[in-house]
């Protein structure tokens, strides 16, 4: 029998599935982040301009391409929730944001310390830094703004709306490159296109790094969740025991 | 003033990263350390709501 997406709104068959899945994608994640770092930092050469700073691109790229899909990830829980008001949904973005956070921290980080011997300068307000920096704030927005409001409903009406919103920033990261082409950032090392990819050399490992991270905010992602319905769950609990 | 010498691991990697070293090790050592931080976070809080949860339904269950 066909099983619809629409099936894991209902909390205990999302915590049955997710429970199964779970070690296994924790597994995954933790194998090819161990092989992926030490590959790329062991075992690659240095690159004959960069130097060895070529080994940053293992942590810096698929970090700033999953701080830009946790975004979209959590506007399509969003417009989930503000379509079918699927709880599990809600949830679930409220559970990425502090995984993208992270994930937009070590980007902005780790390019800081890239660009400084490459560029000569840690920050410089480029198209695709700021709207990076930006998509940075809004994910504090957002954690904060579901902090700040007590009714739960309410506030993932809000935070979605504030990712609609944001979703703009996060799309812009991604193409500030190619809407402007000024500044100092370059444009995408990974390509279809063989001439513009990265050198083999660089990009197996990098493959198995981008393969790690992915994982990881899936693995973070479904735990996260499961403990948000937990939370709501107990919440109910001890209201229940408040008015008892 | 007494000079300490340099960790043999250290050294190494001054040789294998060049005049890149800090830069790269930086930028290791501070995703790393954010990975690890909201992986132990996320279980922790994880293990403490589910541990909060068991007692609360415990406790419902007993309620008259």
Known sequence: ?244 | MVELPTPFFVAWLQAYLGKYAAQVVGSYAFSLILIVAIVVFSVWRSRRVRRALAEAEERAGKAP
């Open chain 1, 1 to 244: 029998m066909a099983m619809s997406i629409w099936e894991y709104a209902n909390p205990k068959r999302f915590m049955d599935t997710t429970g199964r899945v779970l070690p296994w994608v924790a597994g995954a994640a933790a194998l090819c982040l161990c092989v992926g770092v030490f590959w790329g930092f062991f075992l690659t050469p240095d690159d004959f301009r960069q130097g060895s700073t070529v080994r940053i691109i293992y942590l810096h790229v698929p970090a700033a391409m999953m701080a830009i899909n946790a975004w979209v990830m959590m506007l399509v829980a969003s417009l989930i929730w503000l379509i079918r008001r699927h709880h599990v949904s809600a949830l679930a973005a409220r559970a990425a944001a502090p995984v993208g956070l992270t994930f937009t921290l070590i980007a902005l980080i780790t390019g800081a310390l890239w660009g400084q011997p490459m560029w000569g300068t840690w920050w410089a307000w480029d198209p695709r830094l700021t709207s990076f920096l930006i998509l940075f704030l809004f994910y504090l927005g957002y954690i904060a703004l579901w902090s700040a409001i007590e009714d739960a409903d309410a506030a993932a009406d809000l935070t979605s709306v504030l990712c609609l919103v944001g979703s703009v920033f996060a799309l812009l990261s991604r193409y500030a490159v190619n809407f402007w082409n000024q500044g100092l950032h370059q444009g995408a090392s990974l390509s279809l296109d063989k001439e513009e990819n990265v050198a083999d050399v660089f990009w197996y490992p990098l493959l198995v790094c981008i393969t790690g991270f992915v994982l990881l905010f899936v693995a973070l992602v479904l735990l996260r969740t499961r403990t948000e319905i937990r939370a709501r769950r107990l919440q109910a609990l001890l209201l229940r025991e408040r008015m008892a």
